[in-house]
């Protein structure tokens, strides 16, 4: 071999392993950078899925408290996607945070997970003063499904029950601060038909979540979960967030789908009756000329820690 080409092939072989020992060293970064809980898998019912991971603020007051509720169309997903940014920031400014796994509707049908979400609230409240948190400062954020049980939450009558024998049904489920983020506030798929960009056929089978195919039957139901159903004037300060402007283009392929059903008409109308009402509300897409960047932004300004 030539002495050039040996030097060449030197070369080479040097920058393909110092490529490499760079890629697992940021691989290992990233590993490191996930959060540990402070208390991970809490349960707070008898399902598999019933359970909560908490991370503390480290803060000698009660701190406040924000759940994160994962998305996944309702079928699939995990407490372990949260946004590890959002995470830390949260921490650094003094807010608790928990993170909630919900029965999916492979399992049982839909409003099971809207349950299990009140469910989660009300539990943590019980032990607001175990986990040194101020059960009177509550936000929740989340994307897609998660959205929708934020939002539920959010804006539905207080179902808190005072006679209940069950001191955790004594508690309350409202929230005092909400950030839905690409949530869809109605499952009246007839107005996604109507009202969507480019959403013309259902892109899923109804009974995959819903558990049946009969109108009569799904029609109470997506009345019940449906965000706008329950819209009122006392609801919490809210801040939206979607990934395309209004008049954005359908993009073309495997993504269309997903920006269809994400579209930001959804946190368009949602504002829309919410400025009817008065109630607080923010909705930030690329461009758009917003208070707040992120929930987290959003929690920190509001809970003021």
């Known amino acids: 071999m030539k002495r050039s080409s040996f030097i060449t092939l030197l070369v080479f072989t ?7 020992s760079v890629s697992a060293q940021q691989g290992q970064r990233n590993q490191e950078a996930k959060l540990t809980p402070t208390i991970s898998n809490y349960s707070y019912g008898e399902h598999v899925r019933h359970v909560i991971d908490f991370y503390q603020a480290d803060f000698s007051s009660p ?7 994962h998305g996944g ?3 699939r997903g995990s407490k ?38 009140q469910r989660a609230i009300q539990t943590l409240r019980s032990i607001a003063t175990d986990w040194n948190v101020d059960k009177t400062q509550m936000g929740a954020f989340g994307g897609s499904a998660g959205a929708q ?6 804006y539905q009558d207080n179902q808190a029950n005072p006679s209940s024998s069950d001191p955790i049904s004594r508690e309350s489920t409202r929230l005092a601060y909400v950030a839905p983020l690409n949530g869809q506030i109605t499952n009246d798929f007839d107005w996604w038909l109507a009202n969507l960009p480019g959403y013309d056929e259902l892109h899923r089978d109804k009974a995959e979540i819903f558990g049946t195919n009969d109108k009569k039957k799904i029609a109470p139901i997506a009345k019940k979960i449906s965000a706008i159903n329950h819209v009122s004037a006392d609801d919490p300060p809210t801040y939206m967030n979607y990934g395309m402007a209004p008049g954005d283009p359908i993009p ?11 579209h930001v008409i959804f946190g368009m109308t949602l504002k829309e009756k ?17 208070k707040y960047q992120s929930p987290g932004d959003f929690f920190i300004a509001k809970f003021g820690k």
């Open 274 to 290: 919410l400025d009817a009402l008065g109630v607080e509300a923010h909705l930030n897409y690329p461009g758009a000329d917003t």
């Open 63 to 69: 701190t406040p408290l924000v759940l994160y509720f």
């Open 73 to 75: 169309g309702f079928t």
């Open 80 to 117: 372990d996607t949260i946004n590890q940014e959002t995470l830390t920031k949260l921490l650094k400014a003094g807010i608790s945070v928990a993170a909630v796994n919900y029965r999916l509707a492979g399992q049982i049908p839909l409003p099971a997970a809207h349950y299990d979400a």
């Open 14 to 20: 040097i920058l393909i392993l110092f490529q490499a």
């Open 149 to 154: 049980l934020c939002m539920w939450l959010a």
């Open 252 to 262: 073309e392929g495997d993504r269309a789908t997903g920006w269809k059903v994400h």
